[in-house]
């Protein structure tokens, strides 16, 4: 057995037994982990690489408290009430148009900003209450909402993992529009109506009319829903309008809950703020354990010793190594997973379609949003859904799941016949 | 107080520990490497001479200048581009502490990109630094950096970077990779501002011949390789030939037309200099590679990388002996050598680089039998 | 020179540091406060411009 791969075993057996046997945190479980890998490749309590790690979701912690304090504002000030009661209102004779169209704006901000958080803990937070009020059981609200973010992530314009693997390969983010609008729009819909239509086929309005909070719409008028209408305004001009500063997601976040301030009910601010905080600080814990984590698998080998194993597979095995182990490794990070392992699975196929290849093995990086420990649009759905047990969800997600890696895996291995099809 | 309390004051202390002890690691990265020219330099001046605003910064860095007695062409050597690259900067700091030139003038920066030298990646687990030993016994040591640029220095990146002059979209992070930033802008940020200026040094001192010296993985395409702008094209198939007769097996590779930022087209395409990149095969940045550390960023020897080239997945030949920093800074210095002869038989306009080693004895000696 | 969009972030990360370290200080279960006490390294560190 290789030093490497006793290393990785000691790794996991320490995550497993803290997070199991001993009931600790993933983050704190995750951190225990890293010192024990680190103490058997013989380079101590490396407090260096434990720190420098963490620092690959800096920017992610900033979006994750920025979008939740934004969702915190909608919530408390009364515009999440008002639009699920508007929206319900409009649209509920045509049941699964409505489904649809609830699916496209959960991937909204995804498409936006490349993440899924963003999508999960704005849209998907925004959108939740009205498919909770159309019957649909919480568990599967979280799993459309969770599936929505992820390909809401991988959808044009903005698709991260991709652009991680065309930097790897210096290859330019180029001509990906269709083929990443194909690989996510038609199983967005298929899943949002495999998940909820049998739910609201035969939806009997007058017994959630009751439900539905008018009152506040005709307190507060248009104005209510003023911080909503702010986010999307700023996502659509920061992609559409070149001029437009280019002041990041966080920003947004924040510019729309200030709006969010004086738009509806009153609520203590500093209060919600922490809150906030507090509702996201296991995910933010999670993030820094995993950044530890990854330093220590680089560091000892271990992270050599995955990828060699992922793509050292012959003939078809290289197929599934995919659709296995990039979703696996993205239980870490989906963009550490595009990097460590999209960039030589792209370069073992170079024969085939490059834009599709990179397109489809995004998507499967994209599956690693729902693979925990971290499970970012997982976690975060079931925390918008008040589901207490995130695998619930993960378990209602696995038929999505599966259909999203077979479909990205045909497109990879039809990569040359699709890419002639489609003149790319 | 709350037992609460207690525990989180304990942390807060630990907190601090841990803040105080990496801060101060992470801190000793902007003392400058001690670089000793050789006799023969003429001249040493700063990168803000071509852009004044960049004085003070992290971005400014210093330009090694040999000027021949005899007036001739003139070449410039970028080191440290991607300071995580080691035998792009080595091959650059054995210029400066070794070159004489007698014809024409040699302009080296071996730290291109700075600011990228005062920290790690995240998650790449590098070594702080590469030490060698040189023939008096003593040990110099330098940093090994990081690909893109402190973001202490350029921060936030944005979701997406927009390459300014094409419109080329590239993931956030590669913002601050000065080799997507050419030709760069006078009011852009700082990776840009850097990218301009070495654009306008080049503009302003007429160089006419610019080497970009990188690494890459050995499951890369173009490694072992010069990739060439299409008006460089000539001479490089010319300097190819000379290296073929000291027995380097070099790729050359024309300059994609629509890959846009990087110095083989852009240097080419907006100034009169003729730009060539040169790639050696570093397994200390490849994804297929086992345990980071220093050994392996000097000997490149890894087993994952062996096992991975006996399965055919490799662009470059790898065995037990690994890809040593001697092999590919010899690698580079000879291209510098062979690649400005071709020039100058092409161009009329001589440089002539003396006291560098060539790649026999650079691979029969040790980099620190080069440094002073 | 700190650009005003680097300057934003710094105050964004400020509140957000200053959030989890009052988070640090209510939250009652240990494992929970250690935690917090992850997330505030790589924030302090951001802050004072060293990593």
């Known amino acids: 057995m290789s030093i490497e791969l006793i290393i990785f075993l000691v790794m996991v057996g320490t995550f497993m037994a803290g997070c199991f046997a001993a009931k600790l945190p993933v983050s704190v479980s995750m951190l225990l982990a890293s010192v024990a890998g680190a103490l058997v490749g013989g380079h101590g309590i490396p407090v260096r690489h434990l720190v420098e790690g963490t620092f690959a979701y800096i920017d992610t912690i900033l979006t994750i408290a920025t979008a939740m304090v934004f969702m915190k504002v909608v919530e408390k000030s009364g515009a999440l009430d008002a639009l699920s009661s508007l929206i319900i209102e409009k649209f509920h004779k045509v049941p699964s148009l409505l489904l649809i169209l609830v699916m496209l704006v959960i991937m909204f901000p995804g498409m936006i900003t490349g993440s899924s958080t963003a999508s999960v803990l704005s849209a998907g937070s925004i959108m939740a209450p009205i498919l909770l009020l159309l019957g649909i059981p919480k568990v599967n609200v979280g799993a459309i909402i969770a599936m929505g973010g992820i390909l809401g992530m991988i959808a044009p314009p903005t698709n991260v993992p991709a652009m991680i693997i065309c930097g790897g390969i210096d290859m330019p983010y180029v001509g990906f529009t269709l083929p990443l609008a194909l690989l996510t729009f038609p199983l967005a819909i298929l899943f949002v109506l495999l998940l909820g239509y049998k739910y609201v086929r035969k939806l009997d309005y007058s017994l959630i009319e009751g439900q539905l909070d008018k009152e506040i719409r005709k307190t507060y008028g248009v104005k209510i829903y003023l911080p909503i209408l702010t986010l999307a305004a700023l996502m659509l001009a920061d992609s559409l309008i070149p001029a437009f500063p280019d002041v990041g997601t966080p920003v947004l976040f924040l510019i729309a809950a200030f709006v969010g301030l004086f738009t509806g009910k009153k609520f203590k601010v500093l209060e919600t703020a922490k809150d906030a905080v507090q509702d996201v600080l296991p995910v933010m814990g999670i993030l820094m354990g995993v950044g530890m984590f990854i330093q220590i698998m680089t560091l000892t080998g271990v992270r050599g010793l995955i990828v060699n194993a992922s793509i050292s597979m012959p003939g078809p095995l290289l197929y599934a190594a995919m659709g296995l182990a990039i979703p696996a490794f993205g239980a870490i990070s989906a963009f550490g997973s595009a990097s460590v392992l999209g960039v030589p699975f792209t370069l073992a196929m170079i024969s085939g379609n490059q834009v599709l290849i990179v397109a489809a093995l995004s998507l499967l990086a994209g599956v690693g949003d729902m693979v925990p420990p971290t499970a970012l649009a997982g976690i975060f759905a079931a925390q918008v859904v008040d589901e207490p047990k995130y695998t619930r969800i993960l378990k209602r997600s696995i038929i999505p799941i599966a259909v999203q890696i077979l479909y990205a895996l045909t497109f990879i291995i039809f990569s040359t016949p699709i890419g002639k099809f489609l003149g790319i | 107080m709350k037992k609460h309390t207690i525990t989180a004051l304990l942390l807060t202390v630990v907190v601090a520990a841990v803040c105080v002890y990496s801060g101060n690691l992470f801190l000793s990265l902007r003392a400058d490497d001690v670089i000793i020219p050789s006799k023969d330099l003429t001249e040493v001046r700063m990168l803000s001479d071509y852009l004044p605003k960049l004085k003070g910064t992290r971005g400014d860095t210093a330009i090694y200048i040999f000027k021949g007695e005899e007036e001739g062409g003139k070449a410039l050597v970028l080191g440290g581009t991607h300071p995580n690259e080691p035998s792009s900067y080595t091959s650059a700091v054995i210029l400066v502490e070794n070159a004489k030139v007698t014809v024409g003038t040699l302009y080296v920066i071996p730290q291109a990109a700075r600011s990228a030298f005062t920290h790690n990646d995240s998650q790449e687990a590098s070594p702080l630094y590469v030490h060698f030993e040189n023939s008096k016994g003593e040990v110099r040591k330098f940093r090994y950096g990081s690909r893109a640029v402190n973001p202490i220095d350029q921060w936030p990146d944005p979701d997406v970077y927009e390459h300014a002059s094409s419109g080329q979209l590239l993931s956030g992070s590669e913002t601050r990779n000065l080799n997507r930033a050419y030709p760069g802008r006078e009011d852009g940020n700082l990776t840009e501002q850097v990218a301009f200026a070495i654009t306008e040094m080049i503009k302003k001192e007429n160089i006419g011949l610019t080497f970009d010296l990188h690494e890459a993985s050995p499951e890369y395409p173009v490694i072992n390789a010069t990739v060439a702008h299409e008006k460089s094209m000539d001479f490089a198939a010319f300097g190819l030939f000379e290296l073929d007769m000291y027995g380097i097996d070099m790729a050359l590779e024309p300059s994609p037309v629509n890959l846009h930022g990087l110095t083989h087209r852009e240097l080419g395409d907006y100034t009169d200099t003729y730009p060539l990149l040169m790639e050696t095969a570093n397994a200390s940045q490849g994804r297929l590679r086992g345990a980071t550390n220093e050994k392996l960023a000097l000997d490149g020897k890894d087993k994952f990388y062996v096992s991975a080239g006996e399965l055919g997945m490799l662009y470059v030949p790898y065995d037990e002996n690994g890809h040593p920093i001697e092999e590919r800074v010899g690698r580079h210095l000879q291209g510098v050598l062979s690649y400005t002869a071709a020039y100058n038989d092409f161009s009329g306009t001589p440089i002539v680089i003396e006291n560098v080693p060539m790649y026999e004895e650079m691979i029969a000696a040790k980099v620190g039998d080069y440094l002073n | ?51």
Not at chain 3, 2 to 30: D, G, Q
């Open chain 3, 1 to 51: 020179m700190l650009t005003p969009i680097t300057i934003v972030y710094l105050v964004i990360l400020a509140c957000v540091l200053a959030l989890v370290v009052w988070n640090l200080f209510t939250e009652k279960k240990f494992t929970n406060q250690i935690t917090a006490a992850m997330v505030t390294i790589p924030l302090i560190l951001r802050l004072l411009l060293i990593k």
